[in-house]
């Protein structure tokens, strides 16, 4: 046998040992992954895709300025709401997709996620005797506190001059949770005049047109100052949108799915028992029709399961339903390669050639159908992957993916493994009927 086989056979085994060492068990930690990841049909969550009012985005940004601004700010408030591994992905121009495995308190997600969370200071109207004007109904009526900026430029007192380092405190004797923040510089100089002319006044605070709280100002207050009349969530929520910032635009839901935990784990169940079976028949398929190098090509499905497998888990790549039927699809052309080459083989067997002669013509002449047939099934690939992008189909997404990197690691185990097996395996059995023709 030829140095090059040698060399090769001794990759492949290497190759396939550390594959296995990878993935088992499955839920080891191996290099920071554990487990596979798994799609939002298998593990349960929310699927959202929020549109971007982008009339309302600020004139001195670009579109993709504004729009990257804002999957950034939502990415932070997932990753602080406690949602492993949550998908933000920009689609088309003013789309937005949030995918959030394992999450069960949906609503609550969306409220934290999609809330554009633009924090504005009011205060209030007074009459000639200093009492806040009231409408009507007897409420107050709020008007912009503003205040000279450090250049002496008139800015209104938002949320946009505050620190990212707010949290939650609870006040002392009440247990009370309060949301304590600091400004920037910018901002100390405004909040100092404010709250200076309003003392013994309301001041309003205002999330999203919503009063939060109105605190009657004590004392001037410059760096700092706090947020109450909330419950431990809210205040919550609230410490994690002023810590990511204001989204620069309105969203709104065009499309929502949930996912069911439950409904995940028997969907995986049930697709691994299929997988299952549709492999054992193909593998008695090929033993009893093709004999020798249907165990050859047994051996080759083994190693290319464990290294898909191994992809999967340390890429990572989310695993879907579609995924998995993909995975499926995708054993069954890594064997239609074999069959090519198979078949190849035996027509040089009957032609007279050698065992050796007939393996290496056999791979050479099925090379190009297999070439040709795979480059199909990989445009179509990334046709389904760009369609699913495109239109927040994340299942077909999952397929379109998880197809392309099951036939693309099949052309290596058909040309590369099953080929350096049967190598090894002609020099061992050499009597042609293994091989599927009468001696």
């Known amino acids: 046998m030829k140095t090059s086989n040698i060399y090769l056979l001794i990759f492949v085994l290497v190759l396939f040992v550390f594959a296995l060492w990878a993935i088992v068990p499955l839920d080891s930690d191996r290099f920071g992954r554990q487990g596979l990841t798994l799609g939002l049909d298998l593990k349960g969550g929310a699927y959202l895709v929020y549109e971007a009012d982008l009339t309302k985005k600020d004139p001195a940004q670009t579109i993709d300025e504004a729009m990257t601004g804002v999957v950034n700010k939502i990415e932070r408030r997932a990753n602080a709401f ?28 969306k409220k934290l996620i999609g809330q554009t969370a633009l924090l504005v200071f009011m205060e209030t109207t007074t009459d000639a005797q200093g009492q806040p004007i009231r409408d009507a109904q007897g409420n107050i009526q709020w008007i912009p506190a503003k205040a000279a900026g450090t250049d002496g430029a008139e800015r209104e007192l938002t949320g946009k001059y505050l620190k990212p380092n707010s949290k939650v405190i609870l006040k002392q004797g009440t247990n009370e949770p309060e949301v304590a923040f600091e400004w920037n510089d910018e901002g100390s100089v405004l909040f100092e005049q404010i709250t200076k002319r309003n003392l013994q006044k309301p001041l309003g605070i205002f999330l999203d047109n919503q009063v939060i709280s109105a605190p009657t100002v004590q004392a001037v207050i410059k760096t700092s100052g706090v947020i109450t009349g909330m419950d431990m969530k809210e205040a919550q929520n609230l410490s994690i949108q002023l810590n990511s910032g204001s989204l620069d635009m309105p969203l709104k839901i065009i499309q929502e799915q949930t996912v069911d935990a439950t409904l995940g784990t028997d969907s995986l169940r049930k697709s691994v028992v299929a997988g299952a079976i549709g492999i054992i028949l193909v593998i008695m398929f090929m033993i009893l029709y093709y004999r020798m190098s249907g165990v050859v090509a047994t051996l080759a499905l083994i190693i290319y399961g464990v290294l898909i497998t191994a992809i999967f888990k340390l890429v990572p790549v989310t695993l879907t339903l579609a995924g998995i039927a993909a995975g499926v699809v995708s054993v069954g052309m890594a064997v239609d390669a074999n069959i090519l080459i198979f078949e190849r083989m035996k027509e040089e067997l009957r ?89």
């Not at 920009?90 to 937005?96: A, K, L, S």
Request: a positive charge.
């Open 351 to 439: 032609a007279g050639r050698t065992l050796g002669a007939a393996v290496e013509a056999g791979f050479n002449r099925a090379w190009l159908a297999i070439r040709d047939s795979n480059v199909t099934t990989f445009i179509a690939c990334i046709v389904l992957y760009w369609f699913g992008d495109t239109f927040g189909a994340f299942m077909v997404k999952g397929f379109a993916l998880t197809l392309f990197i099951g036939v693309a690691l099949s052309m290596f185990t058909a040309i590369t493994v099953s080929r350096v097996f049967l190598i090894v395996t002609v020099r061992i059995v050499k009597n042609s009927w293994f091989y599927g023709v009468k001696a």
């Open 82 to 109: 406690g949602v492993k591994e949550p998908i933000i992905q920009r689609q088309g121009e003013n789309r937005i997709l949030v995918q959030l495995p394992g999450e069960k308190n949906v609503d609550e997600a």
